[in-house]
Each structure stands twice: as C-alpha cells, then as structure tokens.
C-alpha cells in the first residue's frame, strides 16, 4: 500500500513509502502518558533536573537567554535495570506541552532489522514535523554500545544507525524546539562519541532509592491492597540496595501470598516473606540488591 503525492502534470513527486508504515511501529507518540509524579517514589530531584533541562529550553527559552547559557544539547538518564528512568520519562511526557516521541533502541535493532538508520532519520523528522517536541529514545545501549568491529553484518547495521543517531543530533542546534531524551541501564558501555560535547552533555544519575524514596515506592504499590497490621518501616529496613521494581515486585507478591492464604488483608508475613522471596530471586540473577 503506498501512496503517492501527485503534482498537476501527473508526475509522480514523492512516494512514501514502507518506512512510514514500520515507523507507526517503533515510534510511540506518548502524548496523555499516564504516569503523573504522584506515582514515582523519590527521584523528586532527578525530574526536577530532567524537566529544566528538557523542557524549560522549550518553554521558557528567555531564561536560558537571559542568563546567556546554551541548553544541554541531549540528556541522558542512567543507572541500574528498575530504577525508575523509564518512569521518568513517562512523567516528563505527561507534564510537558510538546509532542513527545519514544522510540526503543533494543526494538529498533532487533524488530527492524536493516531499517535502523532510515527509522532514526524518520524519527527526526517526525520531530520536526510536530514540534515542539521531545524525542526519547529508550535502551539507547542497543544501538550506542562501544564499536565491537567483530565483522558481523548485525554489528554493521548498528553502527550505521548509530551513525545515522550522530547525524542527526549534530543537525540541531542546542535553542531549537526539538529536545533529545535518551535512557541505558549500561552507561558505561556507550560509544564515546555519544557523550561528546554537543550530544549527550548532560548526565543524570538515576539511583537507586534511598530509606525515604523505598517507602514511598512501597507505598505507591500497596496503595489498592487491603492492609493488615503491616509496619512498613521494618519492610524498608529490609530491603536496602532494591530498586524500584523490586519494591513494586515485593508488593504484587505479599498480595499473591495474601490470596494464596485466602486471607481478608495482606499481613506483615506476607511482606516478609514476599521480600525474601525478590531477593533470593535477585541473588539468584547477580542483581544488586543482597
Ligand atoms: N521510583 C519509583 N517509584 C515507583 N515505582 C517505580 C520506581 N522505580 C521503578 N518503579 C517500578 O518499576 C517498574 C520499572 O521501572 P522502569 O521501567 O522505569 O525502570 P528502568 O529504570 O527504565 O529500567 P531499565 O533500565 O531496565 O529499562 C516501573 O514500571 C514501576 O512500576
Ligand atoms: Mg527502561
């Protein structure tokens, strides 16, 4: 099915074509994103930042003006697998008024192969098409990871559209009304040549939550369940080093051990044992949280 624009002499301008439709796939407009700060533990700082640096040069561009500094040109979210990066951008999508696009870079190379450059390409143009605009570009690894130079063809396809990713990002400049967003779980394996000044110059750690954030999160997971005499503050203690899907994890489990009971309300027990249960699990995977 391709289309075609046509000019008055018939003649043929532009045909759009297949690369349309699988960019309907891979990218996700996420205009009413449903996450609203009210559902993120902690992190309270980490989206402040994100939102001045992405959003504000949208916004409020006379601020950066007046004071005479250049907006980062990229952002780049990192820190350990369930800390909440995802999450965040799903808040900024939520709050920001501009159009905010997501694309994955773990999908871009493994459900597109061969078309991850032309998708990136398309992926910025659909950003100035509809800007103001946030691009976001998830598990940014899949695509930026160190040059392997192993020969293979897949290794090959990733370095174009890594390059491609270059390309566009040197094609703007730090005041325009398309802001880049891109998050990884493994920083340290990115090509350098993302990080360089110009690209992704402003990082911010993710971490992972602190004694205050920990019972927020297990409080925002808990919020629906039907609560005994549950001390979350000894569940707190108990779970140093979880990040934030291991918390969410805790809590879905103490409810699964509360129905396997047959019982009215979800108790200490159930708590405990749930997090026992995450953390042998996350022992048993090399995960962080021992
Ligand atoms: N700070 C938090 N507050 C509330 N829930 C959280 C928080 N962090 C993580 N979660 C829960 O864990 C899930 C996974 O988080 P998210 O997808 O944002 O992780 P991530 O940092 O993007 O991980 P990855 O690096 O693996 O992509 C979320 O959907 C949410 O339910
Ligand atoms: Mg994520």
């Not at 979210?77 to 920001?96: F, N, Q, R, S, W």
């Not at 398309?122 to 930026?144: H, K, M, S, T, Y």
């Not at 409080?219 to 039907?226: A, D, E, G, T, V």
Request: charged residues 30%; proline residues 3%.
């Amino acid at each position: 099915m391709e289309k075609a624009s046509v000019r008055n002499a018939l003649s043929i301008v532009k045909v759009i074509g297949k690369i349309y439709d699988s960019r309907v796939c891979v990218m996700e407009l996420w205009e009413s994103a449903d996450i609203s700060n009210a559902q993120i533990g902690g992190l309270a700082n980490e989206i402040k930042e994100v939102r001045e640096a992405v959003e504000y040069p949208l916004t409020r561009p006379e601020i950066f003006q007046r004071i005479g500094v250049e907006p980062p040109k990229g952002i780049l979210l990192y820190g350990a697998p369930g800390t909440g990066k995802t999450l965040i951008a799903k808040a900024v999508a939520h709050e920001a008024k501009a159009t905010f696009i997501r694309m994955s870079g773990s999908e871009l190379v493994h459900k597109f192969i061969g078309e991850g450059a032309g998708l990136v390409r398309e992926l910025f143009q659909l950003a100035r098409e509809r800007a103001p605009a946030i691009v976001f570009i998830d598990e940014i690894d899949a695509v930026g990871s160190m040059r392997t130079n192993d020969g293979t063809s897949g290794s090959a396809e990733v370095q174009r559209t890594l390059m491609q990713l270059l390309a566009e990002m040197d094609g703007f400049d730090n005041r325009g009304d398309v802001r880049i967003m891109a998050a990884t779980n493994r920083a340290d394996m990115l090509d350098p040549a993302l990080l360089r000044p110009g690209r992704f110059d402003r990082l911010i750690e993710i971490p992972v939550p602190d004694k205050e954030a920990r019972l927020q999160i297990l409080k925002i997971h808990s919020r629906k369940m039907q609560l005994g005499n549950v001390e979350m503050d000894a569940i707190v203690s108990m779970t140093e080093n979880a990040t934030g899907a291991e918390l969410e994890a805790i809590c879905r489990e103490a409810g699964m051990m509360a129905v396997r009971r047959e019982a009215e309300k979800v108790e200490m027990i159930d708590f405990t044992d749930a997090a026992r249960k995450v953390k042998n699990e996350a022992v048993a995977d090399n995960r962080m949280y021992t």
